[in-house]
């Protein structure tokens, strides 16, 4: 068992998972139950099943969360790359926000494989 709340991996995802809400927070009011609220629960995903996992008996079914948290954050910059398409955050803003996913996606990358 892992606890969490010492992985590097965890604390950027919570940063992660900041990040989003107050970026997501510049969409239009009328996407409160669109895009927004998808982003928002795909950045919470992240940690929540680095979490998880960290909790299960083995390694194997660890990794698998770590897996599910890896395919949230896809999703997150999906939805970011979009949200910029349609106009409701600037490249500016959006740039810090996909190096936070990518950083995100790669330490998530090596503790999987590291596992």
């Known amino acids: 068992m892992h606890n969490f709340k010492e992985l590097r991996v965890w604390k950027e995802a919570i940063e992660l998972a900041k990040l989003v809400y107050k970026t997501s927070a510049q969409f239009p009011p009328d996407e409160k139950y669109g895009l ?27 990794a698998q969360f770590l897996k599910i948290a890896l395919g949230s954050a896809f999703e997150i910059e999906t939805q970011m790359i979009l949200a910029e398409a349609f ?20 330490m998530l990358n090596g503790l999987i494989n590291k596992l």
């Open 36 to 62: 927004k609220s998808q982003v928002n629960r795909a950045a919470v995903s992240v940690p929540s099943n680095i979490a998880e996992g960290s909790g299960r008996g083995s390694n194997k079914e660890f």
């Open 87 to 106: 106009g409701f955050v600037n490249e500016d803003d959006n740039l810090k926000l996909m190096q936070q996913i990518a950083d995100v996606q790669k």
